[in-house]
């Protein structure tokens, strides 16, 4: 059992109370997912240089001594807003390069994510101290995914928090489980697709990803997922553009969802729901079985 929470914000001059809207949404899934917790904000402004968010998951954090060390190896213009163990590096540098330098050089460093509107934190203990711990209530965005997870088939690690993501601007949060990943990652490994963890809702983020960059949309590409991810799963998945919702054929796992003409909010349950502005008047509804919701801003 796990909460997912997502928030769209249709106008911009909502942008600046995605943090304090969405915390909230994060605790009140608390009693869902007690041991770890992430969000995956995506700013408003697509930024020129790469954002990659950053993660020290073994040792102790020195963000100065990474920086001199990217420096030396990769000459060029990298800036590093740091918030203890997890860090944002802007740069002009290749994602490539980037992540061949860390296993190199810096292998107690996680690439948590990469692309040029997502920022990405995640850390193990309670949804409402992790948000403390990294600011959450102050994020400004457009959109963000959320997660609290009850870990049932991997370590409680933060690497293993949800959201997961591949490829750039584009993450996933999951609630439920699936029984074949590891079917799913000898798929995907022969191409190259390489996995950082053995957590199964990887597995789901990595096949969607691939399938768009082989040239599917979003719908497309979870088309084929009712084909190859067997399980039970409500996915809530965050792109540059936008959130995509979808629950598998037997709708074993909760959602509700919250329209109003300010935003588009989603959850696990209403309670996460209950304080947004203008809830009381929102069209509520449960998505449906094996259908896909997408919503962009206008």
């Known amino acids: 059992m796990c909460g997912i929470v997502g928030l769209l914000l249709k106008k911009p001059e909502w942008d600046a109370r995605l943090g304090e809207l969405l ?15 992430g969000l995956a904000v995506f700013t408003s402004a697509e930024s020129p240089a790469l954002k990659v968010s950053l993660f020290q998951l073994e040792g102790t954090s020195d963000w100065g001594a990474f920086m001199r060390g ?17 860090a944002v590096l802007t740069t002009r540098a290749a994602a490539d390069a980037i992540r061949r ?6 292998p107690g460093v996680v690439l948590l994510s990469q692309g040029h509107r997502i920022e990405l934190y995640k850390d193990i203990g309670a949804p409402g101290v992790i948000a403390e711990r990294y600011g959450f209530a102050g994020f400004s965005g457009s959109h ?3 997660h609290t997870r009850m870990a049932t088939e991997s370590a409680v690690t933060p690497d293993r928090a949800h959201p997961f993501t591949a490829g750039e601007d584009f993450c996933l949060v999951h609630n439920g489980s699936l029984s074949n990943p590891y079917l799913v990652r000898r798929k995907l490994e022969p191409l190259g697709i390489h996995f950082d963890t053995d ?11 691939w399938r768009m960059r082989e040239g599917d949309g979003i719908e497309a590409a979870i088309e084929r997922g009712f084909t190859e991810l067997d399980g039970f799963f409500t996915f809530l998945i965050g792109t540059k553009n936008g959130l995509s919702l979808v629950r598998d054929p037997f709708a074993c796992k909760p959602a509700i969802v919250a329209e109003t003409d ?6 696990s349950e209403f309670r996460s729901l209950a304080h947004l502005p203008g809830v009381s008047g929102a069209k509520l509804f449960e998505p449906q079985p094996r259908t896909i919701y997408h919503w962009e801003r206008a």
């Not at 990217?70 to 990298?78: D, F, T």
């Not at 330098?101 to 810096?106: D, K, L």
């Open 101 to 106: 330098h860390i296993t190199a050089a810096a």
């Open 144 to 146: 963000a995914v959320g």
């Open 23 to 37: 915390v909230p949404m994060l605790r009140g899934m608390t009693e869902r997912g007690p041991d770890s917790a």
């Open 199 to 209: 957590n199964d809702t990887e597995a789901a983020c990595r096949f969607l990803e």
């Open 70 to 86: 990217l420096q030396a190896a990769l000459p060029g213009e990298h800036a590093l807003h740091e918030s203890g163990r997890h």
């Open 262 to 267: 300010d935003y588009v909010a989603v959850s």
